[in-house]
């Protein structure tokens, strides 16, 4: 196996049986390049493919800071739309781009049985967006683009928490551009500019500036 990744034990919350999955060794990694949407490029490994936690048993699946928050209501209800058609298998060791593609896609669909929080849902869609970049597949690629900016206003919009609302601005801002919206994008690059943190996120705001000023040209 990679020598950036580990194996680690964990219990499922919804089938109560333990399995083994891996983890990636954060502190060995060598950022190589952050590109303006915010995807993070290391030497020899793909960290965000190993993000969400597959149980081989049900085929329950999460971001790893989410597998164990699930309603008694939501695990009987994973159990009946997921595990009754279920063939187990493996998602430990290293993973190619299509089997992080598949642990997204049932992270995806597990968001939508527990109706998680609209952030939880664009930070996923923007993932399988970026898994679907690196298999050359562009229609996909905008499909779950266009589904991330929806979620990612939606959370700007309502009641959820969310750590550095200046990096969610300016996110919706990134794929406002992405998506071909640029005054929606200028819009959203200026409240970055400007906004009252925005001492704390210089890297944040020196993106935000550098593409306010692309699109102005």
């Known amino acids: 196996m990679n020598s950036f990744l580990y194996d680690a034990k964990t219990k499922c919350p919804v089938c109560g049986r333990e399995f083994t999955y891996t983890k990636v060794r954060m502190s060995h990694l060598r950022t190589v390049e952050i590109r303006k949407d915010l995807y993070i490029k290391y030497d020899g490994i793909e960290p965000f493919f190993y993000d969400p936690i597959v149980c081989p048993n049900c085929g329950y699946a999460a971001l790893s800071d989410s597998f164990n928050s699930i309603t008694e209501e939501s695990r009987k209800e994973v159990l009946s739309k997921i595990t009754t058609n279920w063939t187990k298998r493996k998602f430990s060791g290293e993973r190619t781009p299509k089997k992080a593609l598949e642990s997204y896609l049932l992270s995806l669909y597990c968001s939508e049985i527990k109706n998680d929080k609209d952030i939880i849902f664009a930070k996923t869609c923007l993932r399988i967006s970026w898994i679907y970049d690196i298999l050359g597949d562009t229609a996909n690629k905008m499909k779950f683009l266009k589904i991330s900016l929806d979620k990612y206003e939606k ?43 925005r001492s704390n996120y210089s890297m944040i705001v020196d993106f935000a500036r550098d593409e306010w000023q692309s699109l102005k040209i």
């Not at 959370?155 to 005054?183: C, H, M, P, T, V």
């Open 155 to 197: 959370a700007y919009e309502g009641n959820d928490s969310f750590e550095g609302e200046i990096q969610l601005i300016y996110l919706i801002g990134e794929l406002n551009k992405l998506l071909g919206n640029r005054d929606e994008a200028l819009k959203w690059f200026n409240k970055v500019i400007n906004h009252p943190l």
